[in-house]
């Protein structure tokens, strides 16, 4: 059975850092490309970042660009957010989502807040 | 970035009865292998949401075949056939043809 089960969420001061991780099973990790997707609270679905099955290319939203990095661990079946400079704005549920668009984890909340 | 309208944004429905929802995208959505990646997904009351149909009209496992879909080029469409009380929640449109991949605003489906 595949499971993503991402942790790292919580409350961060504006212009403070948060690592999201997103652990995955039931599947050969490596052959997939992982995606990261937030919600907003009450919003839609909105696209963050990808890397793919090897870890050597990544792709990111402008509105997250240079303040996000995304990085995976293949030895232990992990994908990653280091995130940055964080706004009001990047307060969201953070979804890890393996690459097919196919599953999706139960979500981190992130909360952006004095 | 390819932008997705969804319409109806909200859409009540009687139980056992029909129910469709459209999507249109500002572009094509062809790929250069020739596959249109259009994807559905239903997002229950707090839950993660969950792929329905991908590639326009391919159902995933365990979806209800009271669920297809259909389109080409840029205009799509999510029927389900008779509305049960577990289909409520949220559909979003999805396309994964080009990079940002972008979603629908989503259509909330309640029972009326």
């Known amino acids: 059975e595949v499971q993503l089960v991402e942790s790292g969420g919580g409350l961060v001061q504006p212009g403070g850092s948060l690592r999201l991780s997103c652990e995955a099973s039931g599947f050969t990790f490596n052959n997939y490309w992982m995606h990261w997707v937030r919600q907003a609270p009450g919003k839609g679905l909105v696209w963050v970042s990808r890397i793919s099955g090897d870890g050597s290319s990544t792709a990111y939203a402008d509105s997250v660009q240079g303040r996000f990095i995304i990085s995976r661990d293949n030895a232990r079946n992990t994908v990653s957010l280091q995130m940055t400079t964080l706004r009001a704005e990047d307060s969201a549920v953070y979804y890890c989502v393996r690459g097919g668009i196919d599953y999706w984890g139960q979500g981190a909340l992130v909360t952006v807040s004095s | 970035d390819v932008v997705m309208t969804q319409f109806p944004l909200s859409l009540p429905v009687t139980l056992g009865q029909p129910a469709s929802i459209s999507c249109r995208s500002s572009?094509?959505?062809?790929?250069?292998?020739?596959?249109?990646?259009l994807n559905w997904f239903q997002q229950r009351p707090g839950q993660s949401p969950r792929r329905l149909l991908y590639?326009?009209?391919n159902r995933d496992s365990g979806v209800p075949d009271r669920f297809s879909g259909s389109g080409s080029g840029t205009d799509f469409t999510l029927k389900i056939s008779r509305v049960e009380a577990e289909d409520v929640g949220v559909y979003y449109c999805?396309?994964?043809?080009?990079?940002?991949?972008?979603f629908g605003p989503g259509t909330r489906v309640d029972i009326k």
């Open positions: 590639k326009i009209s």
């Open positions: 999805m396309q994964g043809t080009h990079w940002p991949y972008t």
């Open positions: 572009q094509s959505l062809v790929y250069s292998d020739g596959n249109i990646y």
